[in-house]
């Protein structure tokens, strides 16, 4: 009887490990799976910042085609309308008659950082004149909840003007949208 239920102890323990062996590496394989989708999602976003941020820029300036739709005052929109309305003040803030400093960050602080807002400056590039744009450089940091955080470099190749920026995207419907950037000197 005692060799009996050694006997069961021990294939219960084996049955066991056995089990608890093929759940992990069940897992392992779950694991890339996720990563690699993840991956394909980035390439997707650093995609669509080189192409959409370069063209955008250009056609704003004159040196791309707009289509009849675009032509017609009828863009597609890259920017969340929380980051147009932040991006909007930045652009005023300070000057006269307008929202102080102050009164921008007071209003702004939790939900972006100030200080890489680019007072006074335009979207993604410090001025309204400039050349024929490109992305030069678009490397993923790090996912934020459901947005990815690119270190990007915006030339402006004939004044020979790099913009280091970092660029959040989030997921909009098959595309993506500009949700925030970090402007530095």
Same mark, same amino acid.
């Given at each position: 009887m005692n060799k009996f239920l050694m006997t069961a102890m021990i294939m219960s323990l084996v049955t066991i490990n056995h089990v608890?062996?093929?759940?992990?590496?069940?897992?392992?394989v779950s694991t890339p799976q996720k990563s690699v989708?993840?991956?394909? +999602?980035?390439?997707k976003a650093r995609a669509w910042i080189?192409?959409?941020v370069a063209n955008t820029l250009n056609k704003a300036n004159g040196l791309a085609e707009n289509t009849n739709e675009e032509a017609e005052g009828k863009h597609k929109e890259i920017y969340t +309308?929380?980051?147009?309305?932040?991006? +909007?003040?930045?652009?005023?803030?300070g000057k006269g008659g307008k929202m102080s400093l102050k009164e921008f960050k007071k209003k702004w602080a939790k939900d972006f950082n100030c200080d890489y807002a680019g007072i006074g400056t335009d979207y993604l590039v410090s001025g309204t004149d400039y050349g024929l744009i490109k992305v030069t450089s678009c490397i993923f940091r790090e996912k934020i909840g459901s947005a990815y955080m690119f270190e990007t470099i915006i030339t402006d190749t004939e004044a020979k003007i790099d913009y280091k920026r970092d660029i959040r995207v989030i997921p909009s419907g098959s595309s993506f949208l500009i949700a925030d950037v970090l402007e530095y000197n």
């Open positions: 608890k062996a093929q759940n992990k590496s069940t897992a392992k989708k993840e991956t394909k +999602d980035v390439e080189t192409h959409v +309308d929380k980051y147009m309305a932040y991006k +909007d003040d930045a652009m005023e803030a």
